[in-house]
């Protein structure tokens, strides 16, 4: 299983999920092309890290 590309972003957020078995790509015009190529569609998922305290 290839890795989702989250490793080589800078977002905290992100970062948390380069691990998941998900193919996860950042949001951006790159997505979309691939998405596109592939005939895919583009599923978003939209969340946030908060601290407990």
Not at 29 to 47: E, H, M, N
Request: glycine share 8%; aromatic share 14%; net charge positive.
């Amino acid at each position: 299983m290839s890795r989702n590309l989250l490793g080589q972003e800078t977002s905290p957020y992100l970062l948390q999920h380069k691990d998941n078995p998900v193919h996860w790509r950042a949001w951006g015009p790159d997505a979309f092309q691939t998405a596109r190529k592939y005939g895919k569609p583009v599923l978003l998922s939209i969340g946030y890290a908060a601290c407990h305290w």
